[in-house]
């Protein structure tokens, strides 16, 4: 004869397994909150900045005014971090970020005009105070989308207790229109999972080009006023 128990709670025993990939991802997650590690590339980045207003101070004695609009500063997030491995079909491991991702610290300077900008390179590449390891001028070779900006990526030294330690910052340079049209294409278009139209990829394309023509108004309005000065 067989028995039935009523009311007793079926238990089910279920096993999750995580890929390579997520494991890996769930360890890039855990180390970026070290503080030793935020600190370090906090400190750099506020290095550079100090630096930049130096330069923003001299570049007001030399014109009457300062090039910088706004300048700010940022830590990409962990989760940024394993998507662009993956996007440029790197393994998704945190030593791998380190070695071959060079803006995971930022500064970004927002200037008026383009001769701001390239006057701030050339400053920076002449002085010697921090070591260029790599350059892109979007500005005069755009990405295929439209984006436009002077990236340079410097080695900025700080102490630790360990001794002394070399950090990449990246600075990305643009103009007030520069940044508008990267704004909107962050918004719209940049990084979005869901399908562009290339209708509306091309007309915000077409937006930077507009963009082009106002810099270059601006840089002859600039120019007559600080000739003035």
Same mark, same amino acid.
């Given at each position: 004869?067989?028995?039935?128990?009523?009311?007793?709670?079926?238990?089910?025993?279920?096993?999750?397994?995580?890929?390579?990939?997520?494991?890996?991802?769930?360890?890039?997650?855990?180390?970026?909150?070290?503080?030793?590690?935020?600190?370090?590339?906090?400190?750099?980045?506020?290095?550079?900045?100090?630096?930049?207003?130096?330069?923003?101070?001299?570049?007001?004695?030399?014109?009457?005014?300062?090039?910088?609009?706004?300048?700010?500063?940022?830590?990409?997030?962990?989760?940024?971090?394993?998507?662009?491995?993956?996007?440029?079909?790197?393994?998704?491991?945190?030593?791998?970020?380190?070695?071959?991702?060079?803006?995971?610290?930022?500064?970004?300077?927002?200037?008026?005009?383009?001769?701001? #900008? /390239?006057?701030?390179?050339?400053? &920076?590449? !002449?002085?010697? $105070?921090?070591? *260029?390891?790599?350059?892109?001028?979007?500005?005069?070779?755009?990405?295929?989308?439209?984006?436009?900006?002077?990236?340079?990526?410097?080695?900025?030294?700080?102490?630790?207790?360990?001794?002394?330690?070399?950090?990449?910052?990246?600075?990305?340079?643009?103009?007030?229109?520069?940044?508008?049209?990267?704004?909107?294409?962050?918004?719209? #278009? /940049?990084?979005?999972?869901?399908? &562009?139209? !290339?209708?509306? $990829?091309?007309? *915000?394309?077409?937006?930077?080009?507009?963009?082009?023509?106002?810099?270059?108004?601006?840089?002859?309005?600039?120019?007559?006023?600080?000739?003035?000065?």
């Amino acid at each position: 004869m067989e028995h039935t128990l009523k009311n007793t709670p079926v238990v089910f025993r279920t096993r999750i397994e995580f890929s390579d990939d997520e494991i890996r991802r769930q360890e890039i997650i855990r180390r970026w909150k070290d503080e030793t590690f935020q600190h370090e590339h906090s400190v750099a980045r506020n290095k550079v900045i100090d630096y930049i207003e130096f330069l923003n101070k001299l570049y007001i004695k030399k014109t009457g005014e300062g090039f910088a609009r706004h300048i700010e500063s940022r830590m990409k997030t962990a989760d940024s971090i394993c998507e662009k491995l993956q996007r440029k079909g790197c393994k998704v491991n945190f030593d791998v970020a380190l070695t071959r991702l060079n803006d995971i610290s930022g500064v970004r300077v927002i200037c008026f005009c383009l001769k701001d #900008i /390239y006057w701030i390179v050339n400053k &920076i590449k !002449s002085d010697g $105070k921090y070591q *260029v390891i790599k350059e892109k001028d979007y500005i005069k070779h755009p990405k295929s989308n439209g984006y436009q900006s002077y990236h340079l990526i410097l080695g900025v030294p700080i102490e630790t207790p360990k001794g002394q330690k070399m950090m990449r910052v990246e600075i990305q340079l643009r103009t007030i229109i520069m940044d508008a049209w990267a704004s909107v294409d962050q918004r719209v #278009i /940049y990084k979005k999972k869901k399908r &562009i139209s !290339s209708k509306l $990829k091309e007309r *915000v394309k077409q937006y930077g080009k507009m963009g082009n023509m106002l810099d270059d108004l601006i840089q002859v309005t600039l120019d007559e006023n600080y000739k003035k000065v």
